[in-house]
C-alpha cells in the first residue's frame, strides 16, 4: 500500500505540536524533514527543522523520514542520529565522487537508519545504478528541491517508471519516493508508475482537514 510521508516544512511555528499530532491522528506514514543549507538550495531551514524534529521526537513515536538538501551530507547526517530516523536521504549532485557516496550509504546503515539517494529533475538514473542495491529507497524529485508548492515536472513520471522497470529486471526490492507537487490530481500517474512513497507538503498542509487530504491521496 502506498505510503504518505508529510512535508513539514511550511508548517508554522506558533501551533507546530498541534500540527504535528493532528497529523499523526491523520494517518501519515512519515514525517518528511526538508532539511536545507543556504548552499545546496538557496533556502535555509536548518534551524526550524532541528527543533521540528525535536518536538515530533518528544510527542510521536511516528518515523522520520530526512531529506538532507546539504552540501555538508556527513555533518548533518551526523546532526540527525540521535533522532534515530528511519530514513536519512541525501542528494547525489552534493557528492564529490563515488567514494564519498558509499561512506555516508556505510554511515547511515551504522547506526541502524535506512539510506536514500536522490537526484535532482536532470540528474540521470545512470548516475545512481551502481548503488542501488546498497540503498533502500531512491527519492526521485518531482520538481526542482528548495520550496514547496511547485508544479510536479512530467517528465520525471518516466524516470520513476524507467527506474521501476530497472530494478524488476536486476530482481532490486529498493523502494522508490518522490517529493514535489504532488497532489490529488498528480497522485495517479506516479502511483501508477510504481512508486512506494509519496512525500506531500501543500497537499496536506494547506487542507482544512488532513485526514480527507491524505484519505485522498491513498
Ligand atoms: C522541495 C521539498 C519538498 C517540498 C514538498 O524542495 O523537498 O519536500 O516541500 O512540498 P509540496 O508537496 O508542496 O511540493
Ligand atoms: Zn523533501
Same mark, same amino acid.
Given at each position: 500500500?502506498?505510503?504518505?510521508?508529510?512535508?513539514?516544512?511550511?508548517?508554522?511555528? @506558533?501551533?507546530?505540536?498541534?500540527?504535528?499530532?493532528?497529523?499523526?491522528?491523520?494517518?501519515?506514514?512519515?514525517?518528511? &524533514?526538508?532539511?536545507?543549507?543556504?548552499?545546496? *538550495?538557496?533556502?535555509?531551514?536548518? %534551524?526550524?527543522?532541528?527543533?521540528?524534529?525535536?518536538?515530533?521526537?518528544?510527542?510521536?513515536?511516528?518515523?522520520?523520514?530526512?531529506?538532507?538538501? *546539504?552540501?555538508?551530507?556527513? @555533518?548533518?547526517?551526523?546532526?540527525?542520529?540521535?533522532?534515530?530516523?528511519?530514513?536519512?536521504?541525501?542528494?547525489?549532485?552534493?557528492?564529490?565522487?563515488?567514494? @564519498?557516496?558509499?561512506?555516508?550509504?556505510?554511515?547511515?546503515? @551504522?547506526?541502524?537508519?535506512?539510506?536514500?539517494?536522490?537526484?535532482?529533475? %536532470?540528474?540521470?538514473? $545512470?548516475?545512481?545504478?551502481?548503488?542501488?542495491?546498497?540503498?533502500?529507497?531512491?527519492? &526521485?524529485?518531482? *520538481?526542482?528541491?528548495?520550496?514547496?508548492? #511547485?508544479?510536479?515536472?512530467?517528465?520525471?513520471?518516466?524516470?520513476?517508471?524507467?527506474?521501476? #522497470?530497472?530494478?524488476?529486471?536486476?530482481?532490486?526490492?529498493?523502494?522508490? $519516493?518522490?517529493?514535489?507537487?504532488?497532489?490529488?490530481?498528480?497522485?495517479?500517474?506516479?502511483?501508477?508508475?510504481?512508486?512506494?512513497?509519496?512525500?506531500?507538503?501543500?497537499?496536506?498542509?494547506?487542507? #482544512?482537514?488532513?485526514?480527507?487530504?491524505?484519505?485522498?491521496?491513498?
Amino acid at each position: 500500500m502506498l505510503e504518505i510521508s508529510t512535508s513539514i516544512l511550511t508548517v508554522e511555528k @506558533e501551533n507546530a505540536a498541534k500540527t504535528f499530532y493532528d497529523l499523526e491522528t491523520a494517518g501519515t506514514d512519515y514525517y518528511h &524533514i526538508d532539511v536545507m543549507d543556504g548552499k545546496f *538550495v538557496e533556502k535555509n531551514t536548518e %534551524e526550524i527543522m532541528y527543533e521540528y524534529a525535536n518536538i515530533i521526537k518528544q510527542i510521536s513515536n511516528l518515523p522520520l523520514d530526512v531529506h538532507l538538501m *546539504v552540501e555538508n551530507v556527513k @555533518e548533518n547526517i551526523e546532526r540527525y542520529i540521535p533522532f534515530s530516523p528511519s530514513i536519512i536521504t541525501f542528494h547525489y549532485e552534493a557528492c564529490k565522487n563515488n567514494k @564519498e557516496i558509499l561512506d555516508l550509504i556505510k554511515l547511515i546503515k @551504522e547506526n541502524n537508519i535506512k539510506p536514500a539517494i536522490s537526484i535532482k529533475p %536532470e540528474t540521470s538514473l $545512470e548516475k545512481i545504478k551502481e548503488f542501488l542495491a546498497l540503498i533502500h529507497m531512491v527519492l &526521485i524529485m518531482t *520538481v526542482e528541491p528548495g520550496k514547496g508548492g #511547485q508544479k510536479l515536472i512530467p517528465k520525471t513520471v518516466e524516470k520513476v517508471k524507467e527506474l521501476k #522497470q530497472y530494478l524488476k529486471e536486476n530482481n532490486l526490492e529498493t523502494y522508490i $519516493e518522490v517529493d514535489g507537487g504532488i497532489n490529488k490530481e498528480t497522485i495517479n500517474m506516479v502511483k501508477e508508475a510504481g512508486i512506494d512513497i509519496a512525500v506531500a507538503g501543500s497537499a496536506i498542509i494547506s487542507a #482544512q482537514d488532513f485526514k480527507k487530504a491524505i484519505k485522498e491521496l491513498r
